[in-house]
């Protein structure tokens, strides 16, 4: 009769060789390339289908037809949309994202100025809810295990499936009046974005984006945990009696985040633009209420610039998933499992 070393020897993999990750990373250094390109097309046709002439509006409502046309000629507005596409690409391969026709300063400038707002609300966030998420949906799976605790696996499916359901600028809105306007427990972000009052004011923006996707992962994470459980290897596990934080977190841990990872990957791409819409609600001076301002003012850079750095950040979230997950099973990476 063949015996096993360990409970999970089934089902923890070998660490992946050196060939399968460098074939993972020249596949997503491709994969990053061609968003990159398709972002920049993307942001350079869609400025194009906003109604108006900037040039009209940036000079003035006594401007004559001349003093249009000069305009136009000196942002390159007359040019065949080809050749503003050329100019535009070779500018930005070059490191630079164009000059902004409202404040004639450089774009990367005014979109690294806004960034760490945005990135401040969406990088705590995809930490807040993979803290939360996870040990949540972890324990209710527990719990629950085996149809035991029926009431608390309906109260969880009741209380996450609705706050999951309420849009986020709903839910910030509802933050801001209950915990700021209500009883005063958490500053709103002041009007001139003073230092002083620090972390305390990133804390709604947080938990209005962070409390959907909390409820949507944690779900995930409990359906996963009590087919974990459930498998042959964690039986062993218990008929061996070994401590309950070894079996939960050695062996049904890593075997879980697989699936729930690659779920979360999607949840918390969205979080980057949810953390644009967000902002606006809570009036911070990031990159959503920076594209509204450029949109209403027709500044045709800006609005490229932010796009394209908007979905880059995307794009590095999901590589940063990939890689976790080759990390937890090779087979992740696209090749055989070793």
Known sequence: MTTVDSPAAVAVPRQPGRSLWLRFAVRRLTSLVAIFVALLVVAFLIVHLIPGDPAVGLAGANADRADVERLRHELGLDLPIWHQFLNYAGN???????????????????????????????????????LIAIPLGMLVGVLTRGGRRSWLDTVFGMITGFLDSVPGYVMASFLVVVFALGIGLVPLFPPAYAPRFGAASYVLPVAAIAIGPICTISRVVRRETAVVLEEDYMRTARGWRL?????HLKWALPNLLTSTLTLSGLVLTGMIGGAVIIESVFGLPGLGSGIIKAILDRDYPVIQGMVIVIGMIAALVNLLVDVLLGLIDSRTLGGQHV
């Open 243 to 247: 401590p309950s934080l070894t079996r």
């Open 92 to 130: 930005v391969f070059s490191g630079h994202l164009g000059t902004s026709f409202q404040y004639r300063q450089p774009v990367e400038t005014i979109v690294f100025n806004r960034l760490p707002f945005t990135a401040t609300i969406a990088l705590a966030g995809i930490v807040v809810v993979l």
